[in-house]
């Protein structure tokens, strides 16, 4: 697993953006990408909601939304890239339950803050086991 990842200025936006528009619940989501190792990958962002009884200070993606998802990835031919969610009023840092609940080993974790004033916090990591790997994120 890399250590460093790119992703295109436009990608972090529409997630910042998505955040942002719901500032008082963790949004959630899938991205994909073609599954070719073009350097100019085009990247899709499938929003599920997030149906925690307490959806500002965790997410549970909806199941049948999250299928769908998967699903339209699929027909797209593409893979999954990352998972995403928002911490509307803490650090872009993964919680336990954030660790404990994740799935997919392979995908990079994206996790957008909004406890920031003016400065754009988003941050990646793999979840392996129960073993947490801080990526560098580059912001292109």
Do not use: W
Request: overall charge positive.
């Amino acid at each position: 697993m890399n250590s460093i990842i790119s992703i295109p200025r436009t990608l972090a936006n529409r997630l910042l953006t998505l955040a942002q528009l719901n500032p008082n619940i963790e949004i959630c989501g899938l991205i994909a990408c073609a599954k070719n190792k073009d350097k100019n990958k085009k990247y899709n962002v499938y929003p599920v909601n997030n149906i925690a009884a307490n959806n500002e200070c965790v997410f549970e993606m909806d199941p049948q939304q999250q299928i769908n998802a998967f699903k339209k990835i699929r027909e797209n031919q593409q893979t999954l890239f990352a998972i995403y969610h928002s911490h509307p009023n803490s650090d872009a840092i993964p919680s336990k339950k954030d660790i404990d609940d994740s799935a997919y080993n392979g995908a990079l974790n994206i996790i957008i803050s909004l406890n920031t004033e003016g400065v754009m916090d988003m941050r990646g990591y793999f979840y392996d086991a129960g073993n947490v790997k801080k990526i560098k994120l580059i912001i292109e």
